[in-house]
């Protein structure tokens, strides 16, 4: 394989100096083995050939037809100039238009030959037409057996005579050519997993004999790919691992067990139990804990979070928990006080708006260790915050914090303190494997008892009357009501009229009740007035652009209307229908959407109305937009590029991959052995190293 990375494609027949030079400007391919790695996006079926007189549709796939030119004939000028051919498959005549290497084309094709035409056919006034597409001798064509790979080109390749058939025709002579390629993966895990070998998987990649040999080839391909990606970041975080010292938290003692025998509210579910014991678990071993705990809006987590920072109360150390926004803090310091007040743990909450006295006996306590947990935003990792001995580090609602706010936490304390990183936003378990292959994942998969799921409606501009009735219902029965907006951007005058004028609107129309008001743009201090306002029952309704997303908890909000829910992501819809549903009684969340919206969108909407799971949302979001766009990832960068491997649908390769990856190092963690010398040096050809992702908490 190595000498393939060597070997230039301009050698290659059929390419010479000047093509290479465009295929490497354009996709990046400069030798033998970045063209074998150049994969078809999609095949076509070489033995299925179309009739003209059946096309029909407005958006007809690539196909192929059978037939003769009848004529060629040159029209327009200048740009427009372009090469008309009528062509007839005895069922009916289409055109073919040419824009470019007029001259050429002109000479190569005859009237009275038989070609296959490969191409997208298009419709304008009831005529067909194809432009530019590949053409064939019935000869060639069946050569390239049963199906026949479609390969990504640029406008610019095309417009150069480059064409998918350029491609499986290098790529034939490539491996016509060389007697052997070398493997790529030990032969002990091939066989194991009964894959196929390096050379049958590229050969039949670029141009399978039937969909089940594609199958086996995409197989094969996925697994290497994601196998030595998987074997960088595992390796990278067992080395971290060992490097890291962490706390050794043997005890459970007073705090945990006072609390959990005498104030726990209500008993734990299962799921809160289950994670528990994985958190204690990972605090006893002396290695530093880097957790991630998901767990659906409502499930529980600040429970779960608080049992763990009084277990590190027990070994003697201070813990703290960080959450995004000052709202947040202050709920969790106002449930947190009230749910240990009665056990001597002093408990202080810092934020942008506490009081210089307060700061100061903050800093006093922090300092010599009398202040147990310290609640707050990230006014926490500020550097004249000083902890005695900080042990635990709750992080909620983990991705409104950029990557370098969480890694100060760290510089905290001369041992690595364990963190616990808290999230709604359910990562689907294969990006988290892949992207946070070292950080162990808690899941709370249950919500608490007596939760009744929220009843999703998808309704029109028309149907508008109907639900501001049902919302005065829910209002004379004493519960309150979330009405949002999309977020205001920036200088986006449009979404703040709109915004207003529904807030007028909604005054207007609930008259006999107290209407709050919230956006990001507000003064933090007002909205937090106005916020209370609402927490407090003193208003009705609040109007509110995504602010309102995180955390928030009233339980006597029962309804929910998002307007122009078109204009919502699908993790975020989930996210903000969370803030219902939280109480005894049942509710609703009303999207309210424009009447005409894209295919996407509708899909979209109507999996919000027929499930209620975050993981089967977040599956779904990231197989709609592609693991790149996941909110968080994007916010660190995480560069997920993998070339065949799909991460919305490969689950189960990232697992086998990950599993044979650990089984590895399981025996010999720095792959020394002259048994794993091969994957030692196919590790080593990875040009995307893997990056220090261990501190992304
Ligand atoms: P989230 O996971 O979204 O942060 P919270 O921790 O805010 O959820 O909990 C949501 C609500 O559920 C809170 O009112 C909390 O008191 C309640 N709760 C948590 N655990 C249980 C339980 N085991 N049984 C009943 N209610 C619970
Ligand atoms: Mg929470």
Redesign the pocket.
Known sequence: MNGLRRMDIKFLRGIGPKRAELLEKNLGIKTYHDLLFHFPTHYIDRRSIYRIIDFAGEDMPSLQVKGKFISFTVQGEGAKTRLVGLFSDGSAVMEVVWFQRIKTLRQLYHTATEYILFGKPSNFNGRWSMVHPEVDTPEAASAQGGFRGVYPLTEQLRNRGFSSKTFSTAVSDILSGIREMAETLPQEIISRHRLIGIREAISAIHSPQSPAQLEQARLRLKFEELFYLQLDIQRYARKRNSAIQGFHFPRIGHFFNTFYSEFL?????NA?KRVIKEIRADMATGRQMNRLLQ???????????LLCMLIALDNNTQACLMAPTEILATQHFE?ITKLVSAMGINVRLLTGSTRKKERAVIHEQLSDGSLHILIGTHAVIEDNVRFHNLGFIVI?EQHRFGVAQRARLWTKNVIAPHVLV?T?TPIPRTLAMTVYGDLDVSV?DEL???RKPVVTLLRYEEDRFKTYQGIGLQLRLGRQVYIVYPLIKENEKLDLKSLEDGYENICETFRDYKVAFVHGQMKPQEKEYQMNLFASHEAHILVATTVIEV?V?V?NATTMLIENAERFGLSQLHQLR?RVG?GEGQSYCILMSKRKIAKDTRKRLELMTSTTDGFAIAEADMQMRGPGDIEGTMQSGIPIDLHIADLATDGQIVQLARDTACTILDSDPDLQSPANALIRSQLNLLTTRIRDWSRIS
């Open positions: 509210p209500f008993p734990l579910t809160q767990g659906d809006v409502g499930s529980g987590k600040t429970l779960v979070a449930t909620d808290m709604a709370i608490p008892p007596g955390g908890n339980p969370g939280r």
